[in-house]
């Protein structure tokens, strides 16, 4: 969130009772967690109470990621010269009044989403209905407390066109104080409580109070301007869900009517509508281990809900045996006859209804297993270790690492400045689907590919994004039109090819994207061309230009920056050119990763980033970028080699006296090169080098542990785990970390990580 406030401003608006230091600060930012600060002075920590800690001692270390401005309820033990601390009795109050005087700020509509069950899924669906359509911000994961809603409210921003927010509601009186933070101009209850008949009132009351309400079901005293949403359940769109059970119909069918209500195009949402996919632990389903299967629906425990979780579950093939396991705690085993008298009617072939630690560990062969539980309970560890066994190499893609490298590189960029993040070669080994979904949540502009079966398999994914195709083969052309992929042009010949295949299509104004060659003597037109080339497409009614773009042959830092300032130069001319013959804006880009921080008259208004999302630069913000990889393995066995003997193929290391080695599960099928054998290359276990021993196989290598003390199966291998070993690991093979990257085998299980 990029907000435009000043020290003096909040200090009006909190009154806070004092004030220490000198408040000439801006504030651009918010945080109540300083495990999620991205660094920038321009930011503001609130340090909340908690129930068993107080945000005050982790003030030292947001103002060690460079925030400044600091809102808390006692005085630090620890006073700045440089900072400004506002002390309050109530910090979460302050933070309300700071989302409010906000909100003020926002003119576009903003929905309010409240309810007993389904309204994160119902916020997440309709984000994905309408995100083409608006520039949408939602409440992030289930942000809908007291807590959470002003932090939601402070993503909105003056670009906003439709703002989504969570409500969540557990005693009278808290929906309306969260609605007059809110101040919505639209409303939402997705269910209501079967019998809590005072929360009613307050879903009833909040409803009445809004013009444009809408309801997900019935209720008898629901107010008459009231649209009811569950009342669509013939639409069309509902055949296009990819779902059967019902609690996934009705939020589909409340998210499907009320994006209707905003776009008033069924024919686009129709289209949309396969997009949408479960949200994590929300019946989330997989194969698990012993030929099971596994629902994984530990998101939250109730009655309604988990009649819904066994409607699903009743769907699955009778042959196969039935097993429910719900995880109680301690505050909770009042629930377990209810929970025994909903379920009897299923004939479960099993049944778990207690504490977790007494849960079985032998799990019926191809069963069909149904996980639920408290949140107390955490009922999805057990749904982890049903998970089928992976490959015990993988590679560890840390998101929080990723999503901080992207606002470095974002904060670089003036506000009219488009990001376009590259996910070629499966997103430089990190997972082609995974990233780009990541990467379109943290509201990147475009997505770049480099052949089109990537951004076909990125649509097929649900990914709605556009995404430009670097080098489309002409072979793939009506794969680019069926799956809205848009193409680069670099030749005459490709672009006779595209126009014709437009024509018999009876398509007009399909975007392209033109390649410009430079100097970097690869793919594109000459300067000399373009002239040419806008001709052409003047002409044709069946394309039009939406971007252009060149490359840097040299974007690092150098002593020599002449021929990159030729490029620009070089691509200014061409711009200039294309301009005067066009009526539309149109996308121009030079500057990758290194090019965004060396070269900001490049920036243009879009810029590529690929590499410098892992953090791999060599320019100055390399020092405020986090290492994102990390490939791990584990030791599977330690033995002795007596003097003499050899160790892999070929006896090509012969030990020279008694050594100990460890067998690792890594190879050069993995990406492990075969270049690295008998010491050339090694790895990190304990925190100490050992140098392989012998030829590195292809499913596994051996490595020197002689002078580790205490080795033993199962211990955790480090191939790398930081951007300078990364680097070190490359240099080893004589090449770059990119190729490392990019070799990674796919049986390498990727796993992400979010800190």
């Known amino acids: 969130m990029k907000l435009a406030f000043h020290s003096f401003d909040v200090v009006q608006w909190i009154q806070p009772h004092r004030i220490i230091g000198e408040l000439n600060l801006p504030i651009q930012f918010i945080s109540t967690d300083s495990r999620n600060l991205l660094g920038g002075k321009e930011g503001c920590f609130v ?44 910090p979460l109050k302050a933070l309300q009044v700071i989302a409010s005087m906000h909100r003020k700020t926002i003119s576009c509509p903003v929905v309010a989403i409240a309810g007993k069950n389904g309204k994160t899924t119902v916020k997440e669906w309709v984000y994905e209905l309408i995100k083409s359509k608006f520039h949408v911000v939602r409440s992030p994961k289930s942000y809908n407390s007291q807590l959470g809603v002003p932090l939601s409210l402070l993503e909105l921003t003056t670009d906003t066109t439709m703002g989504l927010i969570e409500v969540g509601i557990s005693m009278p009186g808290e929906l309306k104080a969260l609605e007059e933070l809110i101040k919505p101009t639209h409303a939402i209850v997705t269910s209501f409580f ?34 009811l949403l569950d009342q669509q359940a013939a639409n069309p769109e509902l055949k296009n869900v990819v779902f059967t059970d019902q609690v996934s119909i009705k939020s589909a069918t409340i998210a499907i009517g009320f994006s209707k209500q905003l776009v008033h195009d069924s024919a686009f949402i129709l ?42 579950l009743s769907s699955f093939d009778r042959t196969r045996p039935h097993c429910i396991y719900v995880g109680l705690d301690a505050n909770s085993l009042w629930m377990k006859p209810q929970l025994e008298e909903l379920i009897q009617p299923y ?45 015990q190499t993988k590679l560890e893609i840390n998101l929080s690492a990723l999503r901080n490298n992207l606002v470095q590189f974002k904060n670089l960029l003036g506000s009219d400045v488009k990001l376009l993040a590259m996910v070629k070669a499966q997103s430089y080994g990190s997972g082609l689907e995974h990233l780009a979904g990541f990467l379109e949540a943290q509201g990147v502009d475009y997505l770049g590919v480099a052949y089109t079966s990537e951004g076909v398999a990125l649509r097929q994914h649900g990914i709605q994004l556009p995404i430009l195709v670097l080098n489309p083969d002409p072979e793939s052309y009506l794969d680019c039109i069926e799956f809205a992929l848009e193409p680069t042009i670099f030749t005459f010949n490709q672009l006779d090819l595209f126009i014709r295949i437009l ?72 711009i200039s050119l294309v301009k005067k013959q066009t009526n539309h804006e149109i996308l121009c880009h030079m500057a990758n990763s290194e090019g965004i921080v060396n070269f900001p008259e490049a920036h243009f208004n879009m810029v590529r ?70 010491g050339v290359g090694g790895v990190w276990i ?51 970390a990119y190729e490392v990257m990019t070799s990674i085998s796919d049986r390498v299980h ?6």
Request: aromatic share 8%.
């Open 47 to 90: 340090a909340l109470k908690g129930h068993f800690r107080s945000g005050e001692q982790f003030i030292e270390a947001a103002y060690q990621k460079n925030v400044r401005v600091f809102i808390c309820s006692q005085i630090p033990a620890l006073i700045h010269p440089d900072a400004v601390y506002l002390i309050v009795e109530q």
């Open 194 to 227: 079967p019998n809590e008949s005072s929360l009613n009132e307050e879903l009833l009351r909040f409803l009445a109070s809004i013009p444009n309400a809408y309801a997900g079901e019935s209720h008898a005293m629901l107010p008459q301007h009231v649209t």
């Open 271 to 312: 289209e949309q509508v396969s997009t949408l996919r479960r949200l994590a632990l929300r019946l989330e389903t997989f194969n698990g281990k012993n030929n099971t299967i596994v629902v994984n629906d530990t998101y939250n425990l109730d009655l309604e809900a988990l009649k819904y979780s066994l409607d699903y």
């Open 347 to 391: 004939n479960p072939t099993h049944v778990f209804i207690d504490l977790p630690e007494s849960l079985p560990h032998a799990i019926p062969e191809g069963a069909v297993v149904l996980i639920k539980g408290t949140r107390k309970a955490s009922m999805e560890r057990f749904a982890a270790r049903l998970r089928q066994k992976q490959h």
């Open 503 to 574: 024509i018999e299509s009876d398509i007009e104004r399909y975007p392209i994207h033109v390649e410009v060659d430079t100097g970097m003597r690869r793919l594109g037109f000459e300067p000399s061309e373009i002239k040419s080339l806008l001709e052409v497409c003047q002409a044709q009614p069946e394309v039009f230009i939406k971007g252009i773009f060149t490359h840097f042959v040299e974007s690092e830092e150098t002593s020599s920056r002449s021929f990159s300032l030729s490029q620009i130069q070089r691509f200014e001319d061409v």
């Open 609 to 678: 980033l690929g590499l410098g999302m892992f953090g791999l630069t060599t320019s100055r913000l390399r020092s405020t970028l986090e290492s994102v990889l990390a490939w791990r393995s584990v030791v599977s066995q330690v033995k002795y080699v007596p003097k003499g003997e050899s160790v892999s193929y070929s006896r090509s290391f012969i030990a020279s006296e008694e050594m100990k080695i460890a067998i690792i599960p890594l190879g050069y099928a993995d990406g492990f090169s075969r270049s690295l054998s008998n």
């Open 686 to 736: 304990n925190n100490r080098w050992c140098a392989t021993v012998g030829r590195v196989c292809m499913d596994m290598l051996m490595v020197d542990v002689s002078e580790l003390d205490e080795v033993c199966e199962g211990d955790e291998v480090v191939i790398f785990d930081s951007l300078t070993r990364l680097e070190q690991f490359a240099s080893q093979q004589h090449t770059i």
């Open 750 to 755: 990727r796993v992400y990580i979010h800190e």
